[in-house]
């Protein structure tokens, strides 16, 4: 690859970040009446009016802000941004009894569910680290700490091993089934990993450090297919292959029918999330200060998956999932999925050198820049045909937010500069 | 059964605890010095001057006298003996900066081994919950939960389920091999079930519930070996089963060769470890209000094993260890195997109404009261040929104290009466 290639998508990125995607959140998102942010826009940018602020939406936001600051985006307002985030996240979210963040308040913040989940506590976790980090403050850290000894306490399975993830607000485990209590799953493990890699970065304690260790083994002996490297989404307790099934608590808009069911329950994987995993584990290894050599094996078999099955070369884009084996279950195009694997691939590509990577990049980069970004407003299509026509069409909600895109972005730019700062290297 | 004949052995076991066993303790042990308790004698009752208070000599006594307490000896002097254990462990053996119970102090309470140890912390959790239990001195039941607290946070391996055992004072793990870092062991997660049974006892709170069922599970599932039930005594951190070695930090006398060297390292098992199991595991259902039925197998493999195999009919009491499949390889008579036995054979006869189980108890009760017990000062002999005469000679140091013999000997009056008030049931 050329300096002119490299500089072209790092310059396409830099607009898309700075005159669309962060304008589209630094305009609008603040709730100046009841503090924190405001989460939920249609298409065009409006207010939908949704009474709820999601313990994901917000803490993500936190991350958003808190890590572009980090990265050297605007000029102090995002770390401002931040702050106001957190003050509400701390205010209105913690509960003072039990410790831990609630799981729902309205836009008040009065709570509407008092649940403690771990997805959530781990984006917690995750963004308060970050804003430590990003801004010096140090409740971050704090309250970070504070959620990875109630995690410890609460969460862990000392039994079989990794974390159960669904709670009462008393820290009691949820019942079975829809109630969560007996599953155990990769989205959570994975988070985790993500959430424990900055806590360690700001806090470089032994035992976050050992944690980290620990969960990342976990998942990669564990929770990625034994043969295909590929991500499991469901198991239960024991880490038994559980039928992946919607619970009552979704952190996300999964993709099921309408009565719930999943199809291919149980031979299910996604490529946007083996992507992830993928990078969330490279740059976890090297907080943590280890070669990536030691999971080797690992990172060639998530990045072939997708690279293989999953990339759409015909219209762009990657896929929504498929079986361990390959197939291709679902085609259409998601918004998360395509942030992650632009990373991803990158990651991939100046690891292997291997040109399929760079292409995988620049088709999904295209398909992103082409198709997915509503450049009219400034955010991503939540989803879209297999060839680019948006099927639902709201900017964000609860589990959309800006988490997914600003970081791809970010994340896509650095890696891009450093691969030219690799060509341009004395040899 | 008769009446005559429980009320016989229900007698004979008074006598030696009010008149032998629980004098030789209460006018001996107190340190008035330093606070604490001297735990150092030799055959004759004499103090053998060693200048070390081990978390576990504490812990252990204050368990004795708390639990003899509440059985109803000792008109409020051992209740009293407790409180000033508890006094010099709160004092001089809790950490202030990094939590958790140093491992050794010397007499005066200068810290000789500053480690944090699981097996000694389980005993903290054990002692200070059956203190409070006995003496409703809310400082026991604090100290306790705040051990469970640490050992949640640091010593679990969420990778792949149980504790790990041996850490540094900062609650950094140790190193591996004799360091101990990467194993765990049965004696540990059986201790454990101990202690978390009687915090639960105590606090009657859901997470110290779960963390019992958990580790109960754990043991069943993964310790006991998977054909004949019985205990494996160590493993790696991945429940692959280890060749038992010795510790740089031991909690009892083992029986290695002197260089350390263990016999049948990868094909041992003790039956009374196994015995003792099964009494506590059948004592942590009981507290948590389930049937025994749960695990009705293993209670039928411990309990068979041991009376098939360990139990001396020739010569009376139970042999030191074997292996899994039955063959005895260490015929020696050391003194808390006896003590377990005595205990797990009454509930074994008790739950299955099997005349061999009384036949063991007896031979068992009669090698004890003839043969190991040391009348001439009231405690009993630690080791012995199988024929009965004594090989070691103290009476007590760190690793012996009170704990196996005195528990036994209140647990089996406690167990006579229950059948006696059995058998006189109106039908």
Not at 325 to 345: C, M, N, P, S, T
Request: hydrophobic content about 40%.
């Amino acid at each position: 690859m050329t300096n002119e290639v490299f500089d072209q998508h790092i310059q396409e990125l830099h607009v898309h970040l700075t005159n669309e995607l962060l304008p589209f959140w630094t305009t609008r998102t603040v709730d100046a009446v009841n503090g924190g942010f405001i989460t939920h826009f249609d298409q065009y940018g409006n207010d939908s009016g949704e009474d709820e602020k999601s313990l994901i939406a917000q803490t993500r936001s936190i991350y958003t802000y808190a890590s572009a600051h980090r990265a050297g985006y605007g000029e102090g307002t995002l770390a401002e941004l931040a702050r106001h985030g957190v003050d509400y996240l701390l205010n209105s979210m913690w509960d003072e009894e039990y410790g831990g963040f609630y799981w729902m308040t309205n836009r008040k913040g009065e709570v509407l569910n008092d649940q403690k989940i771990v997805y959530g506590q781990s984006f917690a976790i995750y963004c308060l680290s970050e804003y430590t980090l990003a801004t010096g403050d140090p409740r971050g850290i704090k309250y970070a700490r504070n959620v990875f000894d109630l995690l410890q306490k609460h969460a862990t399975d000392t039994t079989y091993g990794g974390y159960f993830e669904m709670f009462h607000r008393d820290w009691t485990l949820n019942g079975p089934e829809a109630g969560g209590g007996d599953r155990k799953t990769l989205d959570v493990h994975m988070h985790l990993m993500e959430a424990f890699t900055t806590l360690y970065e700001c806090t470089r304690q032994p035992l976050h450090r050992r944690k980290l260790l620990e969960v990342i083994e976990l998942l990669v002996k564990r929770i990625m297919h034994p043969v295909y490297g590929t991500g499991i989404p469901q198991f239960w307790a024991d880490w038994q292959v559980a039928p992946q099934i919607k619970f009552d608590v979704i952190w996300g808009w999964d993709r099921f029918t309408e009565d719930g069911v999943k199809r291919a329950a149980e031979d299910n994987t996604s490529y946007g999330h083996n992507v992830e995993f993928a990078w969330l584990l490279l740059h976890a290894l090297s907080v943590l200060n280890l070669t990536y050599d030691l999971y080797r094996d690992q990172f060639v078999k998530s990045f072939v998956h997708a690279v293989e099955h999953g990339v759409d070369w015909a219209f762009g884009g990657v896929f929504v999932e498929g079986s361990h084996a390959g197939e291709v279950y679902d085609r259409e195009k998601e918004f998360w999925q395509q942030a992650e694997v632009l990373i991803g691939f990158l990651d991939a590509y100046r690891l292997f050198g291997d040109e399929r990577y760079w292409q995988a990049y620049e088709n999904v980069h295209r398909f992103v820049m082409d198709k997915m970004v509503n450049h009219s407003v400034g955010e991503w299509w939540p989803l879209m045909t297999r060839q680019g026509i948006p099927i639902w069409t709201h900017m964000s909600h609860s589990w959309k937010i800006n988490y997914h895109t600003v970081r791809s972005v970010v994340q896509s730019i650095r890696r891009l500069n450093a691969l030219k700062a690799d060509l341009n290297k004395p040899r």
